[in-house]
């Protein structure tokens, strides 16, 4: 396995801290627990600079850094594990598909590097909340309105909250890509494309 280079490891630091932070503010609250948020913006523009071994880091380390703050829900060691180690991780599935965004992007095709990014945000919001799902049945399924089983609360609540993530983090890497696209692209290439373009 290629090893990290310096500066990858400080990105997925820096962008981890940035998702941490804007998870802070106020979000989108249908419910108590059913939260929309751009929160995971930062961890799909990293997963579209450096690929999938970067962003499942970098989500690593948003998880490590949201137990360093406190701000967690404990209930199991199991679920604890589960909801903000590996769940927070996968978000970086992302990165699966850094080969084709960088490549749209670098024949200056934007509309197919944005159709690949909006594939990328839903494999990274579905494997997260995957966890997210699982735990839901196993371990908050008591919190199920009367008469409704712990599968279909914790599909509600979190396939909400997934497909909510989904459409306004498309939003926004939309509008980043479209003013910004050296946001993503490493090393000023967009304006090598621009010319030949
Ligand atoms: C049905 C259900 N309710 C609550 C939770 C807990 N949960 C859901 C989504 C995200 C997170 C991590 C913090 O953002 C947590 C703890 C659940 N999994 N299922």
């Known amino acids: 396995m290629k090893k990290l280079g310096l500066l990858a490891m400080i990105e997925a630091a820096f962008f981890a801290a940035f998702a941490l932070i804007l998870d802070l503010l106020p979000a989108i609250q249908?419910?108590?627990?059913?939260s929309i948020s751009f929160a995971m913006v930062p961890i799909f523009i990293?997963?579209?600079?450096?690929?999938?071994?970067?962003?499942?880091?970098?989500?690593?380390?948003w998880g490590l850094l949201q137990v360093a703050i406190g701000d967690i829900y404990f209930l199991t060691p199991i679920q604890f594990a589960i909801e903000y180690f590996?769940?927070?991780?996968?978000?970086?599935?992302?990165?699966?598909?850094?080969?084709?965004?960088?490549s749209h992007l670098q024949n200056g095709e934007k509309k197919k590097a944005l159709q690949w990014a909006v594939v990328a945000i839903f494999v990274g919001s579905v494997a997260r909340?995957?966890?997210?799902?699982?735990?839901?049945?196993?371990?908050w399924g008591e919190n199920a309105p009367e008469g409704m089983s712990p599968v279909i609360y914790s599909l509600i609540v979190n396939g909400g909250?997934?497909?909510?993530?989904t459409i306004l983090c498309s939003v926004v890497i939309l509008l980043l890509l479209s003013n910004a696209p050296r946001l993503i692209q490493?090393?000023?290439?967009?304006?090598?494309?621009?010319k030949k373009a």
């Open 129 to 139: 909340y995957f966890w997210h799902f699982i735990a839901g049945v196993i371990f």
């Open 161 to 165: 909250t997934m497909l909510g993530a």
């Open 46 to 61: 990293l997963a579209f600079r450096w690929g999938f071994t970067v962003s499942i880091l970098s989500g690593f380390i």
């Open 30 to 34: 249908l419910g108590p627990w059913i």
């Open 86 to 102: 590996i769940a927070f991780a996968f978000i970086g599935f992302a990165g699966l598909f850094y080969k084709p965004i960088q």
């Open 186 to 194: 490493r090393k000023g290439t967009g304006t090598i494309s621009a």
